[in-house]
């Protein structure tokens, strides 16, 4: 059973940077990053093929985050800069067999998901 936990989460400045990290288990093909603010539908941020290294990222949030793996400490990390209010959700990690488009719809079933950690941006 591939078990995911995030944390890094908490409150920002408008315009300040957070580091979210997510240690794995067992590490996935493709891993990914995505947030459900209160109220909307979850949605993709990032994701990156663990063994080629291609990302991928959500319009609304490149050139601002970057997600990144370090196999040695099982990790994957979301940076995020020029933090904005509506960046304010739960972020989820998540690990599934292969980078996709379904994979970041969040319609991979076989995709395995943390339980969350809260962002939030205020001014």
């Known amino acids: 059973q591939v078990q995911l936990v995030e944390s890094g989460g908490g409150s920002v400045e408008v315009g300040g940077s957070l580091t979210l990290s997510c240690v794995y288990s067992?590490?996935?093909?493709?891993m990914g990053w995505f947030r459900q603010p209160a109220g909307k539908e979850r949605e993709g941020v990032a994701m990156?093929?663990?063994?080629?290294?291609?990302?991928s990222y959500g319009d609304f949030v490149r050139g601002r985050f970057t997600i990144s793996l370090d196999n040695a400490k099982s990790t994957v990390y979301l940076q995020m800069n020029n933090l904005k209010p509506e960046d304010t959700a739960t972020y989820f990690c998540?690990?599934?067999?292969?980078?996709?488009?379904?994979?970041?719809?969040?319609?991979?079933?076989?995709?395995?998901w943390g339980r969350g950690t809260q962002v939030t941006v205020s001014s």
């Open positions: 998540a690990g599934g067999p292969r980078c996709s488009t379904r994979f970041f719809y969040g319609e991979e079933k076989s995709a395995v």
């Open positions: 067992q590490l996935s093909g493709c």
């Open positions: 990156i093929n663990t063994a080629g290294g291609s990302k």
